[in-house]
């Protein structure tokens, strides 16, 4: 139980202990599951830490290991507790595949690496780029060995034969081409009708070759560039480790064959919500691959959702469900019989255990729906009655949970059946729910927006909202306000009366102030802090973004632009000395520099999406509530000298 508690512990918080070994008492211990040995042992050792209330899992995560890239990956290659990761820089990442640490960067690509694999002896990595190159590299030196650049547009596919003599590469160029290693030139180039987006080698007959045109035919060639065996349509494949099998993506499912026989050995019943998207600048396939022992097959069968199937009998059938990443799972590949590795756009690499399990953070009533399971967008806290939670049901339903027994306590009812924007905000201590009418209340379009005490059922104010579409409501920090958001503009009224109190728009902001360019652009609200309220502005037909805060404060005084950049805000004030940087997430001291705490890194979200409606920090000197992504964590800073 020690090794196994100790283990895990480790890979789950590696990042934590190396880079600040004092963090183990902060921000590891504290977290470790509740029937965990540790947990029993070390539990009068952090009576001085903060404690986690709720959000603390009752065993380990399936995910053991969570490893942050800095930038968007690929492509996934292992071999021997190695991994090879292509990301959207250009370079290829090789990192250790029990802690997921940086070991290496090969640099030489100019663009995206689509595709990276290892020869079956490991000494050799093929790649393959947007920037119309295939490039094979010595993994030892980590030098390039050759650069082939034949290809005349976008590479998306590369493999290496079984005897590690030939690559073969698809391109958008509508050619699959193999090339000579020892020559370092192209021997063969077999022209298709439309772009070649996948291509594999049989990892044990270096004469098998398959590929996929168009994304949608399927074809088996020899080594001399000859069809051989039928044409099958689909999006993908994959081989088996064997060699005999291989999975076919297709419109009507996944299915895996047995190449040999040419009959179908499996059909996978799953709901493959998203198998390929081609555009001009972007194409995806939803990854796959066999287990080493060609028992298990894992599936992306949802942007960040992985299922696991067994195929060995005749009835298949799915043993696991992770869920855990926050972008599209864009790679996937087992190290081990029990470990699945994963890259996802959310700059995450995680390595997930196969037949470990976790239980619902939040201990709730089983008569009603675990709060993980409810379509939750916000929280508030109320220290002395427990955790508010603002469900997006139809029924109208805020729920209250103990913060310190996690069961619900009851349900409040609010006549929003009709609501398509809500805010809820404990103000004077009264628990205020705000929300907008989905109809219209007049021919030009106007809306209303509701202001409800709910605990006394009371409806306190209506607003009548000008015409066109609301794209965002948020009751301010400090509770005094509402603000509404438009595709183009913020509006402000007080929350009490329901005067206007300011207006800003986008086209009135100047984006580079040399040139004189305005936005016009649209804006999506990005969160609020007491009066404050930053917000994205997408600058109309040039893509670009920038991050911008205004101040509403000043009674009589139009809005302030106080802060203006190319990235989200990504610190919360909690007190003078205290923020909660979300990107990590942790609290911090801005004067010493020391982390207080740090949460594990199942909670940190993507650098490149807004945080509006999927984090949620509520502090009250006393307990500190993050929402994420329907999870929930709850610490008691009580024993903790802040």
């Known amino acids: 139980m020690w090794t196994n508690d100790s283990k895990r512990l480790l890979l789950e918080h590696f990042d934590v202990i190396y880079n600040s070994p004092s963090q183990l008492y902060h921000s590891a211990l504290p977290f470790c599951p509740s029937s965990s040995w540790l947990h029993e042992c070390y539990s009068q050792d952090l009576l001085q830490e903060a404690k986690v209330v709720k959000g603390l899992s009752a065993e380990w995560e399936m995910c053991s290991r969570t490893a942050l890239l800095n930038d968007s990956p690929f492509s996934l290659s292992y071999w021997n507790n190695t991994i090879a990761v292509g990301i959207f820089s250009g370079d290829i990442l090789i990192l250790d595949a029990i802690t997921g640490s940086q070991t290496a960067v090969l640099s030489g690509h100019t663009d995206k690496v689509r595709s990276v694999t290892f020869s079956s002896d490991g000494t050799l990595l093929v790649s393959g780029s947007e920037d ?108 088996s480790p ?47 691959c066999f287990s080493p022992d060609h028992k298990l097959v894992a599936i992306s069968t949802a942007h960040d959702k992985i299922c696991v199937w067994d195929i060995t009998g005749s009835d298949p059938h799915p043993v696991e469900t992770f869920i855990g990443h926050t972008g599209t799972v864009t790679s996937l590949i087992f190290s081990s019989s029990s470990t699945l590795i994963s890259v996802s756009g959310d700059e995450s690499i995680k390595f997930w255990q196969i037949g470990a399990s976790s239980t619902d953070p939040i201990v709730t009533n089983p008569k009603l729906t675990p709060l993980t399971l409810t379509p939750t967008k916000s929280i508030t806290l109320k220290a002395k009655n427990g955790l508010i939670i603002p469900s997006d049901l139809p029924d109208g339903v805020i729920q209250t949970w103990g913060i310190l027994t996690g069961l619900h306590k009851g349900s409040l009812q609010i006549p929003a059946q009709d609501s398509h924007q809500s805010s809820t905000q404990l103000i004077d201590n009264k628990l205020i729910f705000v929300w907008c009418a989905d109809k219209k209340i007049n ?32 009751v301010s920090g400090d509770g005094s306000k509402i603000f509404c958001l438009y595709k183009e503009s913020i509006q402000a009224w007080d929350i009490w009366t329901g005067e206007a109190v300011g207006k800003v728009r986008a086209q009135d902001v100047d984006i580079n102030t040399m040139d004189r360019m305005v936005a016009g652009g649209e804006m999506s609200c990005h969160r609020t802090e007491g009066s404050k309220i930053w917000a994205e502005v997408l600058v109309s037909g040039t893509g670009w973004r920038s991050y911008m805060g205004w101040d509403f404060g000043v009674p ?47 909670f940190r979200g993507p650098t490149n999406v807004l945080w509006n409606h999927h984090y949620n920090v509520q502090w009250d000197g006393h307990y500190l509530v993050v929402f994420f992504w329907s999870k929930v964590v709850i610490l008691d800073f009580s024993n903790v000298t802040l």
């Open 242 to 288: 064997d060699g005999i099998q291989f999975i076919l993506h297709a419109q009507d499912g996944v299915t895996v064959h047995n190449i040999n026989s040419r009959t179908v050995t499996a059909k996978l019943d799953t709901d493959i919500s998203y198998i390929t998207y081609k555009s001009s600048c972007y194409k995806f396939i939803a990854p796959c």
């Open 443 to 474: 021919i030009w379009g106007a809306y209303k927006i509701n202001i409800w005490d709910v605990e006394k059922g009371e409806l306190l104010q209506t607003i009548n909202v000008p015409r066109g579409s609301i794209e965002g409501l948020r």
């Open 556 to 602: 009589g005084s139009p809005p302030v632009l106080f802060s203006r950049d190319e990235h989200p805000p990504d610190r919360l004030h909690l007190n003078d000395n205290k923020v909660w940087e979300i990107g990590m997430p942790r609290m911090k001291d801005i004067v010493t520099g020391k982390v207080v705490v740090q949460l594990p890194m199942r």
């Open 132 to 239: 119309k190159t295939v490039k094979l590299w010595d993994v030892q030196t980590g030098g390039v060995i050759k650069t082939f650049d034949d290809h005349t547009d976008e590479v998306w596919s590369v493999s290496i034969s079984a005897d590690y003599t030939t690559i073969a590469s698809g391109s958008d160029d509508k050619t699959l081409r193999l090339w000579d290693i020892q020559k370092g030139k192209c021997h063969r180039i077999i022209e298709q009708q439309k772009d070649v987006s996948c291509v594999r080698f049989s990892p044990t007959d270096p004469q098998c070759l398959i590929s996929v045109s168009g994304g949608e035919t399927v074809q088996q060639w020899d080594i001399d560039g000859h069809k051989v065996g039928p044409t099958y349509t689909g999006y993908q494949i994959t081989f």
